[in-house]
């Protein structure tokens, strides 16, 4: 049930939506009823809404404190053992039907896929992503597989998991495929925005992974002084980082998350044993 509600539910809450629905019914109720003050006020909040949600960085608020909570990989790190690249970037219904790969706004996660692949090549390579539509699909995964070669990864290196839907099935069905063993460091590569919660989820899983960070929509703080230049852009925006947060309280309510804005693991103290 939590899959299909949580689609529903995300989709009466999404901010450009509820501006929109609360415009209309501000409309309808100020020409259809006696309760014009009321329905003017509706449809001027909601209008406002639109005005600030597209225009105002409102978005950039939102979605810093999620981009900056895990900082870059370090470009001199040790080869991990593994890769793990989350689905989300990939339009799996276009890429079939067009027999090529189509992408989206978070299309960094597979050039990373491939990016990383040849910067480590003893490291394991997995893709994690089904279908993210009630009723199933053609799996993200799926596509990957047969367009290995175009983006440059070697399809004989890659593990597959195509049956996730959201990002706890994307942890859980992972950790199951691959069975990390104790002391292995893993990379997790998924957009800014979105890798608290991917951190939260792999670590319930009982998986210990590093965090790298891709697909940023925020420069850095300094863009709290800046206003957007297309209130379309603005409201895309505001939807994403709405919906990523609910998605952790959502999580941290249902047990898919130990932590509300889950972050870097604190440093070993010194002398301390490590994990």
Request: hydrophobic share 45%; with cysteine.
């Amino acid at each position: 049930m939590f899959f299909p509600a949580s689609k529903v539910i995300y989709f009466l809450i999404t901010p450009s939506n509820l501006f929109i629905f609360t415009v209309l019914a501000g409309l309808l109720l100020s020409a259809t009823t006696r309760l014009r003050r009321t329905g003017t006020g509706l449809a001027t909040l909601g209008a406002l809404g639109l005005a600030l949600g597209g225009l105002a960085p409102l978005s950039e608020a939102l979605l810093l404190p999620l981009e900056q909570r895990f900082a870059p990989f370090p470009a001199d790190a040790p080869a991990p053992a593994g890769i793990i690249v989350l689905g989300g970037a990939v339009e799996a219904g276009l890429s079939e039907a067009r027999d090529q790969v189509v992408v989206n706004d978070a299309g960094e996660r597979p050039i990373y896929l491939a990016e990383l692949a040849r910067r480590f090549p003893g490291a394991r390579l997995v893709f994690s992503g089904g279908s993210g539509f009630i009723g199933g699909g053609v799996a993200e995964a799926d596509v990957i597989s047969r367009q290995a070669d175009v983006i440059g990864v070697p399809r004989t290196r890659l593990i597959l998991e195509n049956r996730s839907r959201n990002t706890y099935e994307n942890a859980a069905f992972t950790a199951a495929l691959v069975q990390p063993k104790p002391g292995e460091r893993w990379l997790l590569v998924t957009s800014a925005w979105h890798m608290p919660r991917a951190i939260g989820c792999f670590r319930q899983a009982g998986f210990t992974v590093d965090a790298f960070p891709v697909d940023y929509r925020t420069r850095g703080w300094s863009d709290l002084t800046r206003v957007n230049g297309f209130a379309s852009d603005g409201l895309l925006q505001l939807d994403l980082a709405v919906k990523e947060w609910v998605g952790l309280a959502a999580y941290r309510w249902s047990g898919y998350t130990p932590d509300w804005l889950p972050g870097p693991e604190p440093a070993p103290a010194p002398g301390s044993a490590s994990r």
